[in-house]
């Protein structure tokens, strides 16, 4: 059974940095593409950027392209996402999701497995 398990949300101040991992565990992540999504409340879930795990193959929305990084280490079958320069508006839950297959799409009901989310604040 696949599961994803989030960790390193917090509160920060705007022009600081976060580094979020998600520790994946229960099959082979080889074929799979993962990605990060983010809800703020009152808005519906969005995606913010993805990975592949065989090719590293990266894609981000444009509202965090140049200040969030996703990377993957296969060893330790974790995906990283290093946000910098965070906003008030990057106030979120973030998911980590996983879809047993690539391309990286930005549509949450292709992904397959999620985990329980883990709340960023950024303060002004």
């Known amino acids: 059974q696949v599961q994803l398990v989030e960790s390193g949300g917090g509160l920060v101040q705007a022009g600081g940095s976060l580094r979020l991992s998600c520790a994946a565990s229960g099959r082979s992540f080889s074929s799979y593409a993962m990605a990060w999504f983010r809800q703020a409340p009152g808005k519906e879930r969005e995606f913010v950027a993805g990975i592949t795990w065989s090719r590293g193959n990266t894609y981000y929305a444009d509202s965090v392209k140049g200040r969030f990084t996703i990377s993957r280490d296969n060893g330790k079958n974790t995906v990283y996402l290093q946000m910098n320069s965070l906003k008030p508006e990057d106030t979120a839950v973030y998911y980590c999701?996983?879809?047993?297959?690539?391309?990286?799409?930005?549509?949450?009901?292709?992904?397959?497995?999620w985990g329980q989310g883990t709340q960023v604040t950024v303060s002004s």
């Open positions: 999701a996983a879809r047993p297959s690539v391309p990286i799409t930005t549509t949450e009901l292709r992904y397959d497995y």
